[in-house]
Every structure is written in C-alpha cells, then in structure tokens.
C-alpha cells in the first residue's frame, strides 16, 4: 500500500529531525505532527499534553509582556516546596511536560510575522480563548488556511464559537453549573455540591485530544485541514444522558428537593460512604441485595440489624435516612482499614476511603505498575512527579520525561533552528520586547 495523500504532498515523517536529542519526544505515535499551542489552564493544556505525551512536538506560545500570566497555573499554587514565582507552580509544571516553550508578544508586528511562520510549519493551531478572541487578534480561520491549507485549528472555548452565549467566558466551575452538572449533586436540605473545582476541564481536555486526533485522520487521508469548534458545555450536557432520559421519559427530576444524595443507588441500601475511627475517616460500602443485608447484618449482630422488616431491600429503600444514621454509629468504632478487610471477607462490597497521599505513596497504592505518578526533569524545579496517562499501548506507549517549559526556554531552537532567524535578529527582537 501506498503512503497516505498527506504523506504525497511531502509532510516531514518526523517533526523532530535535527533536534537536540534532549528535546526530543520519546513515543513514536504522533511524532510526526506539530502543535502550534496557544492554550493554556487544563480545558486547552491538558489536551495538548495528551498529545504530547504520545510523541507530538508541542510547541507552546506565551506571552513575555505579562511573565505567561494569562495562564493563572503558572506561578500559582499549590508549590512543591518553598520557591515561589512563574517557574514554580506545579499545577503547570503537571498540565505542561514534554512540550517546548517559546515567547511572543503578539501586539507587534513581528510578532505575529513569528507566528504566522510557526503556523505556516505546524499540523495544529490550538487555543482556548473565548470564542472569537483569536480571530480578534488577527488570526480567524480564513487567515490560517492561507499561511497553511492543510492546517487543523481547534478553539475549545466554554460556550463554543457560535450561539447566543459565544462572547461569555467560563472556568471549569461555570460549565459544570450551565451544563446541568452542578444541580445533580447534593446532599438532602443542602445546595447543590458540584463535581469538583474544575471537573470540566478535565472533561473538555479530553473532549479536544479526541477532536484533534479525528481532524488529524482526515487529514491523514486527504491532506484537508479544519476548523474544530468544542463547546465544554456542551461537553458537560453529554454527561448528564441518564438525567435527561428520567427527565423526559420518566417525569422524573434529577434532584427532588430534598430527596438527592450523592452516595445513594436507587436500587441498593445501604449505599454510601459511612464514618470510621479517627478525624476525616471513611468507609464506603453497599449492599447489592438481601443476601448482602443479611452477610453485613451478621457482622453487625446488634438487634436493629436483626429486624425482620430491614430484610427486604424495599424497606431499605424507603427508610435509608434512619438506616444511614444507625449504620453510621456503628462503622465509627472501627477502623476503616480493618473493617473493609472484615467486611470483604464476609462477602459484603467494602473499601475504606483513602485520601490522595494514600493512594499514591501508602501501603496500598493504587494501580502501582501502571507507572500514573513519573518522575519529570524540569529545568528549574528539579525532578518532580506528574499525573501519567491511564492507559498503556504495547507498541507506541506514551512518555513523560521533560518537564514543563520555563517561560521562553526555547525560544533559540524554534525561532533560531526551526524558523531560522539568526541569532543577531533574536537578541534584537528580544531587546524590543518581541520575545
């Protein structure tokens, strides 16, 4: 078989050819695509990381008039140990290993002239602005196809680049309120909870890896470029299905007032995570059936465990609210750790519920061979852990080795060895604030 129409039209089958071997991506997958990476916080890093964690050179613009600091990540906290400043927050150096980081200060004309030509050389632009901030800027779809017509563009804003709600901007909090998310969890009497600070990033970064990649298989196969839109809210709708079906076929609300609780099935009690011995200590547990009820009350063996009415699960359901609180008094006099282990030998699904130091340094870690927590070398941090990739390929797995950029850190090898400007005009455009 032949090679594919882009490969025909001449692509480059590595984009790190001629690198410095310390900069070099280690997986095979997506070594021959480039990403020309506007993005930033998690909804437009994180996906980029993907990428970049499977072999793409990432090629990540930032600002030097503002030391990177539209990204909030990137000097914030939390801190690995007592520095402080752009260099050193570990939120980026997590969302931003494997990838190299240039500067450009986009207000001037050269500026933009170093982008177009960066673009002009790149398979991806990606960016996570507002809808339309970047056609704002000079650079809308009709000008990318003209510097590259093969070139994938990807905005991934929170409301998408059309509709009524285009020109709001949104953080991960905001799309999960206006997707339905929020209003899903809660605890009974209580406002609703959320899914956690920023769950929709997470949830749009993975959303845009999968968008790139389906734009980049087209291309692949006819050497067409696109312009991909992802809207997080829309992203976040896609995860309430099971609400909307009991909504509109059922009549069912997904939160009665008064009635939702995080932790409960509508088919098994007890369901929920339930106190143990000592400050912050849980336990969850559930009871699949009648002859779970029955293993668990044997364990119990106090006389309101042995009521006959609690045998049916129908009872259960209906009186989960006394049913909690009594099996909650019993589960705090125990250690969740040994508890769990007795529970599970008697047949009854239990786990005690471990804090994130636990799970990844305790005596049971999770997943331990999996290789989730590799060991980055960042320029200025030193070695530091990052989040792996929850999946393994036996032929192309991913690599996380080099830490995040530093701001402007490779700004000789893309703009000196990549784009060739020599280094007298680097030292003048840095000199003039171009970098």
Same mark, same amino acid.
């Given at each position: 078989?032949?090679?594919?129409?882009?490969?025909?039209?001449?692509?480059?089958?590595?984009?790190?050819?001629?690198?410095?071997?310390?900069?070099?991506?280690?997986?095979?997958?997506?070594?021959?695509?480039?990403?020309?990476?506007? !993005?930033?916080?998690?909804?437009?890093?994180? %996906?980029?990381?993907?990428?970049?964690?499977? &072999?793409?050179?990432?090629?990540?613009?930032?600002?030097?008039? @503002?030391? &990177? *600091?539209? /990204?909030?990540?990137?000097?914030?906290?939390?801190?690995?140990?007592? $520095?402080?400043?752009?260099?050193?927050?570990?939120?980026? @150096?997590?969302?931003?290993? #494997?990838?190299?980081?240039?500067?450009?200060?986009?207000?001037?004309?050269?500026?933009?002239?170093?982008?177009?030509?960066?673009?002009?050389?790149?398979?991806?632009?990606?960016? @996570?602005?507002?809808?339309?901030?970047?056609? $704002? +800027?000079?650079?809308?779809?009709? $000008? =990318?196809?003209?510097? @590259?017509?093969?070139?994938?563009?990807? !905005?991934?804003?929170?409301?998408?680049?059309?509709?009524?709600?285009?020109?709001?901007?949104?953080?991960?909090?905001?799309?999960?309120?206006? !997707?339905?998310?929020?209003?899903?969890?809660?605890?009974?009497?209580?406002?609703?909870?959320?899914?956690?600070? !920023?769950? +929709?990033?997470? +949830?749009?970064?993975?959303?845009?890896?999968?968008?790139?990649?389906?734009?980049?298989?087209?291309? /692949?196969?006819?050497?067409?470029?696109?312009?991909? /839109?992802?809207?997080?809210?829309?992203?976040?709708?896609?995860?309430?299905?099971?609400?909307?079906?009991?909504?509109?076929?059922?009549?069912?609300?997904?939160?009665?007032?008064?009635?939702?609780?995080?932790?409960?099935?509508?088919?098994? %009690?007890?369901?929920?995570?339930?106190?143990? $011995?000592?400050?912050?200590?849980?336990?969850?547990?559930?009871?699949?059936?009648?002859?779970?009820?029955?293993?668990?009350?044997? #364990?119990?063996?106090?006389?309101?465990?042995?009521?006959? +009415?609690? *045998?049916?699960?129908?009872?259960?359901?209906? &009186?989960?609210? %006394?049913?909690?609180?009594?099996?909650?008094?019993?589960?705090?006099?125990?250690?969740?750790?040994?508890?769990?282990?007795? =529970?599970?030998?008697?047949?009854?699904?239990?786990?005690?519920?471990?804090?994130?130091?636990?799970?990844?340094?305790?005596?049971?870690?999770?997943?331990?061979?999996?290789? =989730?927590?590799?060991?980055?070398?960042?320029?200025?941090?030193?070695?530091?852990?990052?989040?792996?990739?929850?999946?393994?390929?036996?032929?192309?797995?991913?690599?996380?080795?080099?830490?995040?950029?530093?701001?402007?850190?490779?700004?000789?090898?893309?703009? *000196?060895?990549?784009? &060739?400007?020599?280094?007298?005009? =680097? %030292?003048?455009?840095?000199?003039?604030?171009?970098?």
């Amino acid at each position: 078989m032949g090679g594919s129409p882009w490969e025909e039209l001449g692509a480059p089958a590595d984009r790190w050819a001629g690198c410095p071997p310390d900069l070099e991506g280690r997986c095979d997958a997506l070594r021959h695509i480039r990403v020309c990476d506007l !993005s930033g916080q998690l909804a437009g890093a994180g %996906a980029t990381r993907l990428l970049a964690a499977f &072999g793409a050179q990432v090629i990540r613009v930032e600002d030097p008039t @503002n030391q &990177g *600091g539209w /990204d909030v990540v990137r000097g914030g906290p939390p801190y690995l140990d007592e $520095r402080r400043g752009i260099e050193f927050g570990a939120g980026f @150096n997590n969302h931003n290993p #494997e990838k190299l980081g240039v500067t450009l200060n986009l207000r001037t004309a050269r500026g933009r002239e170093l982008l177009e030509r960066l673009i002009a050389v790149s398979d991806v632009v990606t960016e @996570n602005f507002a809808g339309g901030v970047f056609a $704002r +800027m000079g650079f809308p779809y009709e $000008r =990318l196809r003209e510097l @590259n017509p093969s070139i994938v563009y990807v !905005s991934n804003s929170g409301f998408g680049t059309s509709g009524p709600y285009r020109d709001f901007r949104t953080w991960g909090p905001i799309v999960q309120a206006m !997707s339905g998310l929020t209003f899903t969890s809660g605890l009974p009497g209580q406002p609703p909870a959320g899914w956690g600070y !920023s769950y +929709m990033d997470h +949830m749009g970064a993975y959303t845009m890896a999968i968008a790139v990649l389906a734009a980049l298989w087209h291309r /692949d196969r006819t050497g067409e470029g696109q312009a991909v /839109d992802v809207c997080t809210v829309e992203a976040g709708i896609a995860l309430t299905g099971t609400d909307i079906l009991e909504r509109h076929l059922g009549g069912r609300p997904p939160r009665p007032p008064g009635t939702v609780h995080a932790n409960r099935d509508p088919q098994m %009690a007890p369901h929920g995570i339930y106190p143990a $011995r000592g400050e912050d200590r849980w336990i969850a547990l559930a009871c699949r059936d009648d002859d779970d009820w029955r293993r668990l009350a044997a #364990e119990i063996g106090q006389p309101w465990a042995r009521e006959t +009415m609690l *045998g049916s699960a129908a009872a259960r359901l209906t &009186g989960q609210d %006394a049913l909690d609180e009594l099996l909650g008094a019993w589960t705090a006099g125990f250690d969740a750790e040994q508890l769990a282990a007795r =529970l599970l030998a008697a047949g009854v699904p239990a786990s005690p519920v471990r804090s994130a130091a636990e799970r990844i340094d305790g005596p049971r870690p999770a997943t331990p061979d999996w290789g =989730l927590w590799p060991t980055v070398a960042h320029s200025r941090i030193g070695p530091a852990r990052v989040e792996g990739l929850p999946v393994h390929l036996s032929e192309t797995d991913w690599s996380l080795r080099r830490g995040a950029p530093c701001l402007g850190e490779h700004n000789q090898f893309v703009f *000196g060895q990549l784009l &060739g400007v020599d280094d007298a005009d =680097l %030292a003048d455009l840095a000199a003039a604030g171009v970098l």
